[in-house]
């Protein structure tokens, strides 16, 4: 691996200095995927580092998913990140997002359940708890790798066919549009970084500190009604999640005003 340095007349922090320089290293592919990294004792006596220095560095490269650790092993680095858009001027379901960006996206269905609707779920369709619910709990794989799992709530009297439908690869959104003329016009998505649960963490081949992505989204028909309610969790480690984004000209406050007083005149 080649020499790693330290200004010590930089103001930048020295655990970043060591953070970029093997960030740039894996970047360019000077380090490659699966390389062992030098162990803390080595680079804490090549740059003349405190322990903590270069654990912290460590650990940032971690949570940028560029290594990843192994107990008693050390620290090796982790194949690149794959790109995976999403819209951030248009509603999508996660099927179109893959298909749109020419993604192979696989879809498992884990469970497909009718059950009474409570907590969240129940507080987001604005039905009340007891009302029959479909819940879908799906694992999304991209090119092979696992990528997110969902759990989607959909109110059964409005959507029978979902509780029996075979929906292996098969987007719920072209299903709502197809058979009950319902596809969702308006969604409310939210994200917070966080741990997975256990559950997550096996399905998505995590470990349990592993950072992944939690997303919930509330989705409405063309008439306001609430149709679905989904939570998913999406892992950090490979994937790189981009958005396109579009300015909107806005308009300046009492600029409607001032064309309706022109007119008058």
């Not at 680079?43 to 650790?69: F, N, P």
């Not at 679905?228 to 806005?250: G, M, P």
Request: proline share 6%; aromatic share 8%; glycine share 8%.
């Amino acid at each position: 691996m080649p020499d790693l340095a330290i200004d010590g007349n930089s103001p930048v922090p020295r655990y970043i200095q060591i953070h970029e320089q093997l960030r740039v290293l894996i970047e360019t592919g000077k380090l490659r995927t699966g390389e062992q990294l030098p162990t803390e004792a080595e680079l804490r006596e090549q740059l003349g580092v405190s322990r903590m220095t270069v654990r912290q560095a460590l650990a940032e490269l971690v949570k940028d998913g560029l290594i990843y650790r192994r107990r008693a092993k050390g620290s090796f680095v982790a194949r690149s990140r794959r790109e995976v858009p999403f819209a951030a001027d248009g509603l999508r379901s996660f099927t179109e997002e893959a298909e749109a960006y020419g993604q192979r996206l696989e879809t498992r269905v884990l469970t497909q359940d009718v059950v009474p609707a409570a907590g969240r779920a129940a507080q987001q369709l604005h039905v009340p708890p007891g009302t029959r619910v479909v819940v879908l709990r799906r694992l999304r794989v991209v090119d092979g790798e696992p990528i997110a799992t969902e759990v989607s709530h959909f109110p059964y009297d409005r959507f029978p066919l979902l509780a029996s439908a075979d929906l292996t690869n098969r987007s719920v959104y072209h299903l709502l549009e197809d058979h009950y003329g319902s596809l969702p016009q308006e969604a409310v998505d939210s994200f917070a970084a966080g741990p997975p649960t256990v559950a997550e963490a096996k399905a998505l081949g995590l470990d349990a500190a592993a950072p992944v992505w939690h997303f919930q989204r509330t989705a409405y028909d063309g008439n306001g009604c609430a149709v679905e309610y989904t939570e998913a969790t999406f892992r950090l480690d490979r994937f790189r999640y981009t958005t396109h984004r579009r300015r909107v000209q806005a308009e300046l406050p009492g600029a409607s005003m001032m064309r309706g007083g022109r007119g008058q005149e």
